[in-house]
């Protein structure tokens, strides 16, 4: 499956048992040898009883994490799809926290993403000793350089910077310079923003535990709250990446991060053991 070209081999855990190892889920996901995918997302029966499934994401390189926004819509597609539940919102259970998917008419998915969190241990950030609590603006020494960035979670871990113009960012050199920095103790996604107008960005994310990809909801979620708390945005946002257009609206602090946009299904296959 696919959200904007971000895409997902989808694994029905209910009502299969499926233990799949790091060298399974890498090989899965290599676009080669095995399926291709950014990352591996397996649904499993709930483990409370005010959630309806335990929704689990694993990126190419094998690691489990705790979010993924664009598999959110696609999962909830494929619960659907595959009848394992008619219910049009449900609830996920994540590492990161709840998730609240919602099918719209025309293939669109709204999902209630969680709360964002600029606290740093929640990150986890370790912050320069003299930062204040919650600092949109962080300095961070990347070899020479200094760069400016938010630090945020949405589940998962985001760092956020600023550039003029998406097409010529370094996406490639920093975002994987700046993903393994030793100030990110968990690694990071990283986003680098354009803002077009209050109403509109564009957006690159080097992903965590999967490179550049086509799209990414949480690192949408992320850099367009960053975009708000820097003034710059309003309530409402298009942000634009590679693969298409996402709808954002966030009613502020403390409140939950919406996300809109297509989960579509591209093939069903077996896995042999
Ligand atoms: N593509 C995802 C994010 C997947 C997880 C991320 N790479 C991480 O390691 O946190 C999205 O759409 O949010």
């Known amino acids: 499956m696919h959200g904007l070209g971000n895409d997902f081999v989808v694994i029905d855990g209910v009502r299969q048992t499926v ?7 890498r090989a899965l996901a290599d676009r080669h040898f095995g399926v291709g995918c950014d990352q591996v997302l397996l649904l499993e029966a709930p483990r409370h009883a005010e959630a309806d499934f335990t929704y689990r994401i694993f990126n190419a390189d094998g690691g489990e994490v ?36 919602r099918l719209l008419e025309g293939g669109q998915v709204e999902v209630e993403m969680g709360v964002p969190c600029f606290e740093p241990a929640r990150i986890p950030f370790t912050a320069p000793a003299d930062a204040p609590a919650e600092a949109l603006d962080y300095p961070l020494q990347v070899g020479d350089q200094t760069l400016s960035i938010a630090a945020l979670a949405i589940g998962n871990p985001h760092a956020v910077l600023r550039v003029p113009d998406v097409d010529s960012a370094p996406v490639g050199t920093l975002g994987p310079l700046i993903e393994a920095h030793a100030r990110f103790a968990r690694r990071v996604n990283v986003g680098f ?33 960053a975009g708000v708390r820097w003034g ?6 298009r942000l ?22 297509p989960a579509v299904t591209v093939f069903e296959g077996t896995l042999a053991a």
């Not at 659907?80 to 998730?99: A, I, R, W, Y």
């Not at 710059?232 to 946002?237: I, Y």
């Open 19 to 25: 233990a799949l190892s790091t060298a399974q889920i």
């Open 193 to 225: 923003l354009q803002v077009v107008g209050r109403r509109e960005g564009r957006l690159r994310v080097y992903e965590r535990g999967a490179g550049e990809t086509l799209a990414c909801g949480t690192g949408a979620c992320a850099a367009f709250v």
């Open 66 to 101: 705790e979010h993924c926004g664009n598999g959110a819509r696609c999962a909830a597609r494929f619960v659907h799809e595959q009848g394992l539940s008619d219910k049009t919102t449900l609830n996920f259970d994540t590492l990161g926290g709840p998730v609240r998917p």
């Open 232 to 237: 710059l945005f309003d309530a409402q946002v």
């Open 240 to 261: 634009h990446l590679p693969g298409g257009v996402l709808e954002l609206a966030w009613a502020g602090p403390g409140t939950p991060v919406f996300l809109t946009g």
